[in-house]
């Protein structure tokens, strides 16, 4: 047996350009398929690296797009203190307010998220300098701010630590906010994602309602829930009591929902690819195929001596079916260990540094997919050239040129 | 005549080949026996039917009626892989082509028969070695066919036709692409080998090669017109 692969080693070597070129699209296809693997492993560890990394337990809810009244929709001050006080579970409710705005240092003037918290924090981003909002604040409407760790870098980037900056002040258009906490790295970069859920500059939201919405109403809550436990339930509660409030339908928004958003958008991608793959490795099936029989019809004489002297068949077709083995599994290898390297690229290079999560290699994934290719091609692909050469007449292939 | 010495026994031998409406007899009736040890030329004009016979007697394609016994064994009944099991143990070919494997040297061309056999690697290698030996070439066992002369390729060929130690030796034309000088070293070794009692049945065209042998069976249209002993008049 171990002869039948040292031969057929040696027939592949003597054509060694012929192969390689045959193989191109087999180690392709797999490379594709592998590498989607990988990614997708790292982009699952991704995904539920960001959802750790950022505040469970809240929702927004806002009016359904599709009703006529917006202006009876929209949400008043009174509702805050509603659906706190109604429903069980709610720990605060807030204006939903993020705008991009130019902050102002004196020395720098940069564009950041600016917005409203509650002392209840939505925020999970740790504390490094100073204090958070607090009761006080909401309740008097003071104008203090508490700044992101990006806010921090960006506008005070030759201060030495984030406890030097406590009592400076930022300028948000006139208003002038005196600095009273900063908040450290976000496990998880949530922005470089498109979520923009971190607020870089946050003040009290009764302050942001003072100076930016007084008097009007406001098209989005924010609700932070004491649990993430049954946010569908309370969720469902709140819409139905603003409902019932405005005549009007709501609906809520989570992160939850977000992640099957993103878990679905891979999951097409995966399909795309992997529907990609299984065409490139049909058409490297043929080519492989086509291969071997131009090598059967090469070889005809040859076979035509092997069976003169005394080959059965069925030696003859193991011959031609290890070649086309080696062929493929070769190529399947190599496919599965560029796929492998593609993928950990993707993933170390990009997914990782977004997720802070790296994914592990699915080896055996990858194994399982390149044994698997190597054998299907081999057994699709590689059995009717080896019965081609086995059936030969030897007289005929013997007289053959 | 004690019929077990009869290496090859044929009795009412025919060939039919049917290519469409057209049925051509290239056989029709054949009976002789050819005794172990015996050295045997067939001759006859182009499209007698030498060809024919040589393939049925060497197992690669069937007579359409009347029985072959190979080294007493009947193979007209075979089926293709019993077919090539003869072929492999009972008979050894030599062509006028050669039919080397190119890729191959010539150690490895020797071996060939011994590896379908299933003989472990050393051993094939081995006799393999031996054989080429024998025929005078063993020196030149590790070169490819192309970097060996016609009379050397002829010699491997004729070393793998024997390393199974077959009962018959069959020869096609075996010095036909040969020059005179090479060709004699081949005879002289058909004679030597005919001397160690080997069973050898060449086909040919040249009376100068059937000579060498002891017993000429002459062939046209398909029968045998005569049986004789080399050097009796045509
Ligand atoms: N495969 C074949 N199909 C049909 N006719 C054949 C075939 N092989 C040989 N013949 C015919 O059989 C006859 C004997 O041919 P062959 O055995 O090749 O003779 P020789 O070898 O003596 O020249 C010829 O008439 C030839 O045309
Ligand atoms: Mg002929």
């Not at chain 1, 012929?18 to 193989?23: C, E, K």
């Not at chain 2, 010495?5 to 051509?24: C, F, H, M, P």
Request: net charge positive; proline share 3%; charged share 20%.
């Amino acid at each position: 047996m171990l002869a039948y692969f040292i031969e057929a080693a040696q027939v592949l070597m003597a054509n060694r350009t012929r192969s390689i070129l045959t193989l191109i699209g087999l180690v392709a296809g797999v490379a594709t398929i592998v590498s989607v693997q990988v990614a997708a492993n790292g982009m699952a560890g991704a995904v539920s690296g960001i959802f750790k990394g950022t505040n469970a337990s809240t929702f927004i809810v806002f009016p359904k797009i599709t009703q006529g009244n917006a202006a009876r929709a929209a949400f008043r001050v009174s509702d805050l203190a509603l659906v706190q006080e109604t429903i069980p579970g709610v720990v605060s409710v807030i204006p939903y307010s993020r705008s991009q705005t130019i902050v102002d240092v004196g020395h720098h003037r940069i564009r950041l998220r600016f917005g409203g918290e509650s002392d209840k924090r939505f925020s999970t981003a740790p504390l490094v300098a100073g204090r958070t909002i607090n009761a006080d604040d909401v309740a008097g409407a003071s104008s203090v701010c508490v700044i992101s760790d990006n806010a921090f870098s960006r506008l005070f980037p030759e201060a030495p630590s984030a406890s030097d900056i406590i009592g400076r002040s930022v300028y948000v258009g006139s208003k002038r906010y005196v600095i009273v906490g900063v908040l450290g790295k976000t496990k998880i970069d949530t922005a470089a994602l498109g979520l923009d859920i971190s607020t870089d500059v946050a003040i009290p939201y009764t302050t942001f309602y003072k100076n930016y919405q007084r008097g009007g109403t406001f098209p989005f809550l924010s609700v932070l829930a004491a649990t993430s436990a049954d946010l569908k339930s309370v969720e469902a509660q709140t819409v139905k009591l603003l409902a019932s409030t405005h005549g009007s339908q709501y609906q809520a928004f989570d992160f939850g929902f977000i992640a099957s958003i993103i878990g679905s958008f891979f999951n097409i991608v995966g399909l795309i690819v992997g529907a990609v793959g299984a065409i490139s490795l049909l058409v490297a099936g043929i080519g492989i195929m086509n291969i071997m029989l131009v090598s059967v019809t090469e070889r005809t004489r040859e076979i035509g001596i092997r069976k003169a002297i005394g080959a059965r068949r069925s030696q003859v077709l193991l011959q031609f079916f290890i070649e086309s083995l080696l062929l493929s599994a070769f190529g399947c290898i190599t496919g599965m260990l560029i796929g492998v390297g593609l993928g950990a690229i993707v993933d170390r290079g990009f997914i990782a540094r977004i997720s802070g999560v790296t994914g592990s290699i699915p080896w055996l994934e990858a194994i399982v997919i390149a044994v698997g290719f190597a054998t299907i091609v081999t057994l699709v692909f590689g059995t009717y050239p080896a019965y081609r050469a086995a059936k030969l007449d030897p007289i005929q292939a013997l007289r053959y040129e | 005549m004690n019929r077990a010495d009869n290496v090859i026994d044929i009795a009412g031998l025919t060939k039919t080949y049917a290519s469409g409406e057209l049925q051509v007899q290239a056989l029709r009736g054949l009976t002789f026996s050819i005794k172990r040890g015996e050295y045997v030329s067939i001759m006859g004009p182009s499209g007698s039917g030498k060809s024919t016979l040589m393939n049925v007697l060497g197992c690669l394609d069937r007579a359409t009626t009347g029985t072959y016994k190979l080294d007493g064994i009947d193979v007209s009944q075979l089926d293709d892989n019993q077919l090539a099991e003869i072929r492999l143990k009972k008979l050894g070919f030599v062509f006028q082509g050669f039919n080397l494997l190119a890729r191959t040297d010539a150690l490895r061309n020797v071996t060939l028969p011994l590896f379908y056999a299933g003989m472990p690697a050393k051993e094939r290698e081995r006799r393999a070695l031996e054989r080429l030996t024998e025929v005078g070439i063993g020196e030149r066992a590790r070169h490819k066919p192309t970097e060996l002369s016609g009379g050397e390729q002829q010699r491997v060929a004729i070393a793998r036709a024997l390393v199974n130690d077959p009962a018959v030796l069959l020869a096609d034309e075996p010095t036909g692409n040969l020059d005179s000088k090479t060709s004699s070293e081949i005879l002289a070794l058909f004679d030597r080998l005919s001397a160690t009692g080997r069973t050898i049945i060449v086909v040919t065209h040249d009376e100068g090669v059937a000579k060498r042998s002891r017993r000429i069976l002459r062939m046209l249209d398909g029968v045998i017109m005569s049986d004789a002993p080399a050097g009796a008049p045509a």
